[in-house]
């Protein structure tokens, strides 16, 4: 498997791999719309055999007030269902964790299983204050601190965008 930043070529793939794991074409849009809308965005795919088998997506957030903090969030994440359980997915959140470090982000949120992401770090929002603009439970909105300590004081709603209102 290959995990690679999406190319332009890849695009009706990426769209395909979302609505088979989702099961209905809201993700496939979001991506399509973040596309377009989003800066910077980060997204990346895995590549088994030629074909693209999983996605991830960041794109950008706001927090109250901080306009000084690069947050991004993480959203959409795709597996193709035959390709699920087998890391497609943790090698696509790593490499996009670090390519989000290297765009300088300084730190990633994520509306996601309470069980998964914390093997990547992450912990719940709340922690440092932070809760998402979305009503959802505390356990599944969760932040990483890309660089350490940028979540010192940094209280208040993280926002989605726009874009996320269609899904």
Known sequence: MIVRPERPADIAAVYAVNEAAFGTRAEADLVDALRRQASP?????AEEDGAI?????FSPVTL???QDL??????????APHRQRRGAGSALARAGLEACRRLGAHAVVVLGHAEYYPRFGFQPASRFGLRSDYDVPDEVFMALELKPGALDGATGTIHYHPAFANV
């Open 64 to 66: 109250d007030g901080r």
């Open 41 to 45: 965005m980060v997204s990346i795919v």
């Open 53 to 57: 088998c999983g996605h991830v997506c």
């Open 70 to 79: 690069s947050i991004m969030g993480l959203a959409p994440m795709a597996v």
